[in-house]
């Protein structure tokens, strides 16, 4: 099968984290499609993590639980993209990156939603392999793109996007692993791809998140894989309205992002010295 590269991979933890989820009576969505996408180096990536979470010996945990942490934001991302194709007036839904993201598979959706896909070939080459007698729920349409290379912009409108209507456009689990001028770049060309009455939504971490003794273990983790985290901020309004978009960010643990599964304390935005992750929703300012 297609080698992935490192960053790459990491949507097979994603997949093998909503594997387990999927396995628990308190599960937060159900994902029949992520034991399937797991892929060989799924269950060893997930193990990895695991133990750098919790401790050997029963030790107290130091590290953010991404088992609460994946579960909160999966959810929290699927209430929101239903929420937005809910609205007649928009028909088309970005995923970016897509990795081994099921949503057009085990979701319902509006006969009028057409979804884009955005990865690189190989991932898509990868997931559409894994996926090959599945059959999706919705106009699902694979967008093989560099979301950082030239090109993206006429891969989209090959696969059918106008950027003359809303979309909406949600980048998970992504934009840690981009530079500074990276992050800015991107979002001012899904700027220049979005009309008025778009929609974004985005996981971010904050600046202390990606040198705080507390993440330092997981954060190893990422870097012995070739994929550490390079990009944080304390003021991710700011960043979109940078760009022309509206946003809110919502920490995991606060009422609209907890759903009985966060565990750790949650620092209100005045405490300094915090590691942070934020859940960003909103829309296109005019």
Known sequence: MTQLDAIERTCLLTAAL???????????????YAGLLVGEAG????????????????????VPSTFDFNP????????????????????????????????????????HVRFFEIDRPAVLEVKDKL??????????????????????EDALREAGYDPGLPSVWLFEGLLYYFSEAEV??????????????????????????????????????????????VFGTDEPEALFERHGFTV???????????????RDPVPPRSAEGAERVFLVHGGRSA
């Not at 970016?96 to 509006?110: C, F, I, K, V």
């Open 131 to 152: 996926l090959a007698a599945e059959r999706p729920a919705t106009d699902r349409r694979p967008v093989p793109a560099d979301l950082l290379a030239p090109g993206l």
């Open 72 to 111: 909160i934001r999966t959810r929290f991302f699927d209430d929101w993209l239903q929420r937005a194709a809910a609205d007649g007036s928009v028909s088309q839904i970005v995923l970016a990156p897509a990795g081994m993201d099921a949503r057009a598979y085990r979701l319902a959706w509006p006969d």
């Open 43 to 62: 269950p060893g990536l997930l193990a990895e993590i695991r133990s750098a979470t919790f401790p050997e010996g029963g030790a107290p945990r130091t």
């Open 184 to 229: 800015h770049g991107l979002l001012e060309r899904v700027a220049a791809l979005t009309a008025p009455g778009s929609r974004i939504a985005a996981d971010l971490v904050n600046e202390v998140a990606l040198t705080a003794p507390g993440v330092r273990g997981l954060l190893e983790v990422f870097a012995r894989w070739g994929c550490p985290w």
């Open 18 to 32: 909503r594997a387990g989820e999927s396995r628990r009576e308190d599960r937060l969505y159900d994902d029949p």
């Open 248 to 262: 809110e960010a919502v920490q995991p643990g606060e009422p609209s992002a907890h759903y009985g599964r966060w």
